[in-house]
């Protein structure tokens, strides 16, 4: 099954820096790679999210780019803002161990921004 | 349009009861995942529904099951409740079967004592 590996674990940059979040991925089949935003207390929040077919995808201050052949992808937050202090999860959705196709999360960033 | 809703958000139970969580997807969606989310495993999916069928689980033991009624509202149980069950359980639709947008609801968080 799909595998996701999501570094570094913990991030803080000062305010009006830039963060990048790094993701890798194992099912070469995978198609489509999700960024989530968890804000205390609530549900994670999809912010941008990438499809195999693509190489970059910007949103205003979020970006997200996508390596198939290296199976890496990676989150871009640029002009970081306090609000952007959340933890932030990658996924691919991809085969799972019973052969269906699932969402696997990574582990997760807690990204904090100092003003 | 409504987002997502579980209920209830906060549940305490011991060890040995079983629990039912609620969840009530976005109008018009049609399919519902459940995930579990700890500090030491993170997110880790547990089965999704469409058209009141399981179609996809994850690896998780037979004591969490659920169901899906004609509405799309979705039930998890989880029986013989143990202390590692703890966690935070999150609930998510999406528009159709393997649709790969899902959008999560505030999640319910389940402390067994």
């Known amino acids: 099954g799909e595998n996701v590996e999501q570094h570094p674990s913990t991030l803080s940059v000062q305010e009006g820096d830039s963060a990048v979040i790094k993701c890798t991925y194992s099912?070469?089949?995978?198609?489509?790679f999700p960024w989530y935003k968890q804000e205390l207390g609530k549900g994670p929040q999809l912010i941008i999210d990438?499809?195999?077919?693509?190489g970059e995808k910007k949103d205003q201050r979020i970006a997200v780019t996508l390596n198939k052949t290296a199976k890496h992808f990676s989150l871009h937050i640029t002009e970081t803002q306090p609000e952007d202090s959340a933890v932030y999860f990658c996924a691919g959705y991809g085969r799972s161990n019973f052969g269906n196709e699932k969402l696997t999360f990574g582990t997760g960033t807690r990204l904090t921004i100092i003003p | 349009k409504a987002g997502v809703t579980q209920t209830p958000r906060y549940l305490i139970k011991t060890r040995g009861q079983q629990v039912t969580l609620s969840c009530s997807p976005i109008?018009?969606?049609?399919?519902v995942s459940w995930y579990q989310q700890t500090p030491g495993q993170g997110l880790q999916f547990l089965f999704e529904y469409f058209s009141e069928t399981q179609r996809n689980k994850g690896n998780f033991p037979g004591r969490f099951s659920g169901r899906q009624f004609s509405n799309s509202r979705s039930e998890m149980n989880v029986s013989t409740l143990e202390l590692g069950d703890s966690a935070l359980y999150l609930c998510?639709?999406?528009?159709?079967?393997?649709?790969?947008?899902?959008?999560f609801g505030p999640g319910t968080r389940l402390t067994v004592t």
């Open positions: 998510a639709s999406s528009p159709g079967l393997a649709d790969t947008e899902q959008y």
């Open positions: 109008s018009g969606h049609r399919s």
């Open positions: 099912d070469s089949a995978s198609n489509y």
């Open positions: 990438i499809r195999s077919n693509v």
